[in-house]
């Protein structure tokens, strides 16, 4: 007699993702684009779906039945969050996503720049964590400095004692890089940071799904992260930020939630978490957000990891020996990401011929012009995988690129 059968991880996992059945031109579909966003798993669909079914109502301020609901759900899923990464509720703000925390901070710490003051960011950043202090600076009259990179795309440390220094205010950095995967050796980073007793920004949209993250371990001031990259829905996100330092930044935008008193001459603004959160929020995003970090929080997340670094070292392995690919960022400190380009072909074309066979990757510039053009390309195709990946889903699409390359 039989024993059950043992199924293995994103076996298991695809079971809860009923996205990853769809069969996209009547091919079954390769999901490589979780950098971009990642599938939902009927957890957090049913839970915003039960928002709607069950709950729906304002929150905060409704003296019935369904606005109590509402708002102890809401306010139940900040609590889930701050579990997930070591905070406390008060430091906890939702915003719409990781762009609008990182504009929220930056905005905020206008107030505290000046001339010769400068602002540190490195050469990965998502222009989400550029554009942002360009602004700052060139409101204040600080200057933005930025990290270099290595031959293989990874940061060049050498001359970190002068890149932050006694002038140096703010580091914002990313944990790890959209467009190519690779890791930034942050804690070396936040340690110099200290020392000059700058703030220290992290953009951690691509390290929240695979990194068990802890605030306080990690020593950060802000850190800024989005739900749909982290199996949540979109449209929702998280500023992570110290108590003395939000208490210290002017609110990002005014009206409704974020008020305590309000005359025609003056206002006042509400305690944490809620003077940040003008208006109504998004409460099934929120509610959702709060379902992924709990289903997250249910998973063996160091089996999660080892599965993702070994897809991305099968990953590398197919890709170095696939005939004219040129891997962009190939550095040994990555997460589960493949940024490469083909002999000859533009990164759209292979994209194109690529999802003509169910295989879902990324091309383009990736919101990184300012990397891409130190590289001297104009952009890549991105495969990234998340843990209900397999190596037969990177088969596939070494299996696709054979295929496409023969109309290139």
């Known amino acids: ?69 509402a708002t ?21 703000i939702w915003t719409r996503g990781t762009t609008e925390s990182i504009n929220l901070v930056a905005h905020g710490l206008r107030s505290q720049l000046r ?40 940061l060049d440390l050498t001359d970190l004692d002068q890149l932050i220094n006694a002038n140096t205010r703010v580091l914002a950095v990313t944990w790890a890089s959209n467009a190519l995967g690779v890791v930034t050796p942050l804690h070396t980073l936040i340690a110099r940071a200290r020392d000059v007793g700058a703030l220290v920004v992290v ?57 305590e008193t309000v005359t025609f001459e003056t206002a006042t603004w509400n305690q944490l978490p809620y003077k940040f959160e003008a208006g109504t929020p998004h409460i099934a995003g929120a509610i959702g957000l709060g379902a992924a970090v709990e289903w997250l929080a249910r ?25 004219g690919l040129r891997i962009i960022g190939d550095t040994a400190d990555k997460v589960a990401t493949l940024s490469f380009l083909l002999d000859g072909a533009h990164p759209n074309d292979v994209g194109t011929l690529l999802d003509q066979q169910g295989v879902a990757v990324r091309t383009g510039h990736h919101c990184t012009m300012p990397l891409m053009n130190l590289l001297g390309i104009p952009g890549t195709v991105r495969a990234s995988l998340a843990p209900y990946n397999s190596r037969d889903d990177v088969d596939a699409l070494f299996t696709a690129l054979e295929k496409a390359a023969r109309f290139l």
């Not at 050469?123 to 270099?148: D, M």
């Open 115 to 154: 001339p010769g003051d400068e602002v540190l960011i490195s050469s990965l950043e998502h222009h989400a964590n550029i554009v942002p202090w360009q602004q700052a600076c060139a409101a204040t009259g600080a200057t933005l400095k930025v990290i270099p990179l290595q031959a293989d795309a990874s």
């Open 299 to 323: 998973q063996d997340r160091s089996a999660f990891l080892a599965h993702e670094n070994d897809l991305r070292d099968y990953l590398t392995e197919r890709a170095r020996a696939f005939p």
């Open 1 to 69: 007699m039989s024993g059950p059968i043992t199924l293995s991880l994103p076996e298991r996992l695809r079971q809860e993702f009923p996205i990853l059945s769809e069969t996209p031109y009547g091919k079954p579909l390769v999901y490589l684009d979780n950098a971009a966003t990642t599938q939902k798993p009927n957890a957090v669909i049913d839970a915003v779906a039960h928002y709607y079914r069950h709950q729906n109502s304002n929150v905060h301020r409704g003296a019935h039945y369904l606005g109590d609901l």
């Open 203 to 259: 953009d951690a949209a691509q390290a929240i799904s695979h990194f068990q993250i802890n605030v306080r371990e990690l020593d950060c001031d802000f850190m800024a992260f989005s739900g749909h990259k982290m199996f949540g829905p979109t449209g929702i996100g998280v500023l992570y930020g110290r108590k003395e330092h939000l208490n210290a930044l002017p609110p990002y935008q005014t009206g409704g939630e974020m008020i």
């Open 72 to 92: 102890a759900a809401l306010e139940n899923a900040r609590d889930s969050v701050a579990r997930f990464i070591g905070a406390d509720r008060e430091e906890v």
